[in-house]
């Protein structure tokens, strides 16, 4: 279990970290590159925290570790948009929530796999 959560607490301190970057004025890039990396982020933290339910309760129902892991990632992805209201050149956006609920749920379906089907091997403590 201690693996899981030190991975999952380093992942979400560089989500963390990444959002308190304020944005370079001027133009941005196309806002598809910020809607995959929103994407991409969630989907880690969605299977870190997934993996990381799954060893706290061993036999739980995949549904309910499911349902646990995604909750807590749109959680974190809602609290990391409060975060970025208060940065500089950032702003909160629901449609940033939606691409990191998006993204969680990627994440957790493939750890779900990974626990269901015995994919690669478990990290242990």
């Known amino acids: 279990m201690r693996t899981w959560l030190t991975a999952l607490i380093a992942w979400a301190g560089i989500i963390f970290l990444l959002s ?12 598809w590159q910020s809607y995959l990396a ?24 995949l549904a309910l570790l499911a349902v646990a892991a995604w909750s807590l ?8 948009e409060f975060h970025q209201s208060f940065v500089a050149n950032r ?7 939606v691409f990191d609920g998006f993204g969680a749920a990627i ?11 015995g994919g690669p091997v ?3 403590q």
């Open 20 to 31: 308190s970057l304020p944005n370079p004025s001027g133009p941005r890039g196309p806002e």
């Open 38 to 61: 929103h994407t991409i982020e969630y989907a880690v933290f969605g299977f870190l925290a997934v993996r990381l339910f799954a060893d706290v309760r061993p036999g739980a129902h």
């Open 73 to 80: 990632a749109v959680l974190y992805g809602i609290s990391d």
């Open 91 to 97: 702003h909160a956006s629901l449609v940033d929530v």
């Open 107 to 117: 994440g957790v379906a493939l750890g779900i796999a990974v626990l269901r089907f």
């Open 122 to 124: 478990r990290m242990r």
